[in-house]
């Protein structure tokens, strides 16, 4: 859930086949340039729902990596199965980030209401590329409130599909990270110190914090923090009226099996998965041992946990 300093870096995405369809470009009006992802469609594609698949947190790419060392490329995963249960995908760069870079010069000046102007620039553009009616939001991570936030205008989207999402203020989420790692003991106070005044809405002298605390509280990321934190996911989904789907994975080290409960909550209507031995980034973990927890992180070759495909291909394809 950590938002991390963007990548200068440029991903640049041409072609791509995938297991059951083809991959192509596609792109979308940015603030100030074009923001740019992967359609990937089926072998027979008309008609076939569209996902969206709304990138987490920092600058994660739109196969689902990071130059952080998560290379798991679950988005990627996601899309190759998806197609080949005959739904088609959008993955995407965030604006600012890879081969969406030209679309603002700084991508960390950003608030959660720039990334859902995005989205609603994604859905104009798949509808135009794809003629479907609507497109359903599959938000990841972080990302599963930007697609709350955009569905606040729930036009043209299809529904909602939260996967490892938090249901509290990320404030709360992210104090709960810190302290359940033990070896955080030593800048425990001091992270959960700036955590408060960001909430506060006060930005952190990041000159005073332990340097191991920088990436987190980085100066350029500050004001990101305090626009998120202000966000409520559990009170956004609450007064969202369509399909909703909450996939969560039991053994997440990021996002607990109560931050879909909350949810649930949230939203009588929705339906609610929980995914034994399925961790953060989709794969399987069959131990709480957190190395290995965390070494599929950098596994691509890993394949998704089971039942993540069956369980959003099912739902999109029963409405």
């Known amino acids: 859930m950590m938002k991390m300093l963007a990548s200068a870096g440029l991903f640049v995405g041409v072609f791509s086949v995938a297991y059951a369809g083809i991959g192509t470009d596609i792109d979308a009006a940015g603030p100030q340039g074009r923001l740019l992802g992967t359609l990937v469609t089926p072998a027979n594609s008309e008609h076939s729902p569209v996902v969206l698949i709304i990138p987490g947190s920092g600058p994660t790419d739109r196969d689902g990596n990071n130059p952080f060392g998560v290379k798991a490329s679950s988005y990627r995963l996601l899309a190759e199965g998806l197609a080949e249960r005959g ?24 608030t959660i209401a720039d990334y859902a102007t995005d989205i609603r620039s994604w859905i104009a553009a798949i509808q135009q590329r794809t003629s479907t009616g609507c497109v359903w939001l599959l938000g990841h991570s972080e990302g599963a409130l930007v697609a709350l936030a955009t569905a606040q205008n729930p036009q043209n989207i299809c ?40 909430v506060a809405g006060k930005t952190v002298d990041a000159a005073r914090l332990n340097p191991v605390l920088l ?31 909450i996939l969560q994975g039991k053994r997440d080290l990021q996002v607990a099996v109560h931050d879909a409960q909350l949810l649930k909550q949230a939203n009588s209507r929705a339906t609610l998965v929980l995914l034994s031995d399925t961790n953060h980034v989709l794969k399987s973990v069959t131990s709480d041992d957190r190395g290995a927890n965390f070494a599929t992180y950098a596994n691509p070759n890993l394949p998704l946990a089971p039942g993540v495909v069956d369980t959003i291909a099912n739902f999109v394809t029963a409405k």
């Open 87 to 110: 739904i088609s995908s959008v993955r995407i760069d965030k604006r600012g980030m890879f081969a969406s870079t030209p679309a603002v010069p700084d991508a960390n000046a950003v």
């Open 159 to 198: 529904g909602l599909i939260l996967v490892a999402a938090p249901g509290r203020p990320l404030a709360d989420v992210m104090r709960e990270q810190l302290k359940s790692n033990p070896a955080n003991a030593p800048i425990l106070d001091q992270a959960l110190a700036a955590i408060d005044s960001l």
């Open 215 to 245: 990436p987190l509280f980085n100066p350029a990321v500050q004001k990101f923090l305090i626009d998120m934190f202000s966000y409520d996911p559990a009170g956004l989904l609450a007064h969202y009226d369509g399909p909703v789907l």
